[in-house]
T-cell receptor, first 117, second 116 residues
Framework: AQKVTQAQTEISVVEKEDVTLDCVYETRDTTYYLFWYKQPPSGELVFLIRRNSFDEQNEISGRYSWNFQKSTSSFNFTITASQVVDSAVYFCALSPAIGAGSYQLTFGKGTKLSVIP | DSGVTQTPKHLITATGQRVTLRCSPRSGDLSVYWYQQSLDQGLQFLIQYYNGEERAKGNILERFSAQQFPDLHSELNLSSLELGDSALYFC???????????????FGDGTRLSIL
């Protein structure tokens, strides 16, 4: 069975601070995919990143960066110089690997980020 | 805009009733996934269809059913509704096949179902 744990339920930061959202996962698969999604107050789910288990290189996209460490089963998400528009609930998710036939996502409970002006 | 369209956006009904939620996937996507988001259970996978056929089932109640039509749109049918079925129901689509690997799922805006 797959499991995703986001231990931080809620985080508040002041604008321009950096913030890291933690994600720890469990899976018996040797290959798998990890995702981050953003859910702003308007409710939609926005895809941010997909990372396969073969690739442990960190990734940066603008103010966003992701740190994947297979040894600790973690896939953490850092927002640099946070902005009010970053306020949202962020979900980490895990799915089976290539050839599994179905790639349903197992989500963590989410971390609610509030950026205070 | 994800390209995934869900209707209706809001649905209010009473216990015991039946409703149908509709989803149109992104152009070219063959896979449709349904998820339920509730306060107590979080985001949970319900069911997946790929090119008209059921591919996987998650925590879907027997009172719930789904189908995917030849034009690839999908419907989620919820019957004998209970108060606990109140939730946000998401549809997601992807171009996921075994050959292409696990393509990201793109989500619709959801249907908020309220049971009175």
């Amino acid at each position: 069975a797959q499991k995703v744990t986001q231990a931080q339920t809620e985080i508040s930061v002041v604008e321009k601070e950096d913030v890291t959202l933690d994600c720890v996962y469990e899976t018996r698969d040797t290959t798998y995919y990890l995702f981050w999604y953003k859910q702003p107050p308007s409710g939609e789910l926005v895809f941010l990143i997909r990372r396969n288990s073969f690739d442990e290189q960190n990734e940066i996209s603008g103010r966003y960066s992701w740190n994947f460490q297979k040894s600790t089963s973690s896939f953490n998400f850092t927002i640099t110089a946070s902005q009010v528009v970053d306020s949202a609930v962020y979900f980490c998710a895990l799915s089976p690997a290539i050839g599994a036939g179905s790639y349903q996502l197992t989500f963590g409970k989410g971390t609610k980020l509030s950026v205070i002006p | 805009d994800s390209g995934v369209t869900q209707t209706p956006k809001h649905l209010i009904t009473a216990t015991g009733q039946r409703v149908t939620l509709r989803c149109s996937p992104r152009s070219g996507d063959l896979s449709v996934y349904w998820y339920q988001q509730s306060l107590d259970q979080g985001l949970q996978f319900l069911i997946q269809y790929y090119n008209g056929e059921e591919r996987a089932k998650g925590n879907i109640l027997e009172r719930f059913s789904a189908q995917q039509f030849p034009d690839l749109h999908s419907e989620l049918n919820l019957s004998s509704l209970e108060l606990g079925d109140s939730a946000l129901y998401f549809c997601a689509s992807s171009n996921g096949t075994g050959l292409l690997g696990n393509q990201p799922q793109h989500f619709g805006d959801g249907t908020r179902l309220s049971i009175l």
